[in-house]
């Protein structure tokens, strides 16, 4: 009489081993991936998503569960698992190798494709695209259930909803919503989800506010000159006057001419790192994604392609009115309802820069109006000395901002050691040693 098989369905051992499908590469941590189900528009949604447990098992049930999501709109985050912060990464020649620096030492991380038509995921009863963050939000949220009930073991891990760039609005929205679900279960165990905080790195919020720091921030760094700088001027009044009158659609158009007629005037830096004229090569990871026999190992279809683009195509344009929108005062909500948040960015991040997250926590409200006041007066403190200044830190009650004065947009590509280092110690609640510079 045989055994019955109790291994989850979605578990994963092993992988290719490089990026011609050949050999196998045996995961040191356990590993899940696969579909999680939801609703959309009466359609049936499939999430892709690939878990990897914690590297040091020794918090147990208080592992800290980190859901990483790269944006975009329509970037997958495989991106963020392979050139980031993910327990895997690629050789030069194509080989897959452990991360020493991967975000799983002390967490469980679990990488989402979402919103659907990103990555992986997809809606097996023919294209829909969310439209909006509620639509996107609800979709997440049975996603996320569904992966709880097939792994109900990590339910009481304290979540942490963390990503980057576009994420600055996904973030924030499913947290939220997750926060109202929770109270509308009334502490019912089996559903509830242990939401205990956000993360977000050089984040997409407020696109009056980050399409003027642009601008400002390529004249400053001399890559246009005065007379460039007011035709963007200019164009950027335009963009505002569409704004204002809800023209999301014609808005979009005039900020996305915006950002590549100053890149290109600038020679065609990298919007996302302004010390380079190249972008970080993504060729790797899309060969290893289309192949086979990655496909099989994580559970998806061999016909399913891997779709993965950078605020361009279907799901970018399905969500071009919320990408136009200010999130700003979810962050404020979220503070206010005493979740522990951090909020992280690039000094050369031109897009979704340190001055952009600088200016977004100092307008908004968050605990009250004295408080707040103490915030904006609190000193800052630097993390490390020279020459290995690893970062500038702000912190107060449930507010953590870092400045990392060494990184482009992708902070842990740019910054592994120090990035995490970064999220460690923010997840355990622990101190960052800095001392106060010279006023």
Known sequence: MSRPNTEPPDLVTSIPANTTGTDSFVLPVSSYAGYATASLAGKTAQLFYWFFAARDTSLGANTPL????NGGPGASSTLGLFLENGPLHFSPDGSVESNPYGWNERAHIIYWDQPVGTGYSRVED?????????ELSQ?????????????????KCPVYVAGESYAGKYVPNI???IHQMNQRLGGEATRTIA???ISVGDGWINARLQMRIYIDYAYTMGLIDTLQKRKFDANYDAFCACLDTGDFKTAYTVSNNI???VSQAGGGFNVYDVRSFEDIPKTQVETYMGLDAVKHALHVPKEQTWECADNEGPVAEALIPDNMQDSSSLYSKLIAADYQILMYAAVFDTACGALATE???WSIDKWGPREDQLWRDL??????????????VKRMKNLTQITLPGSGHQVPYYLPEVSLEMITTWLEGGEFPTKLGED
């Open 66 to 69: 980190v859901i990483w999501l």
């Open 126 to 134: 023919g294209p829909a695209y969310v439209t909006n963050e509620t």
């Open 139 to 155: 979709v997440f949220y049975e996603a996320l259930q569904s992966f709880y009930e097939l792994h109900p073991e990590y339910r």
């Open 175 to 177: 947290a939220l919503y």
């Open 195 to 197: 939401l205990a905080g």
């Open 259 to 261: 950002v590549s007629g």
């Open 359 to 361: 200016q977004v926590l």
């Open 379 to 392: 000193p800052r403190g630097i993390w490390g000395s020279s020459p290995a200044v690893k970062g500038f």
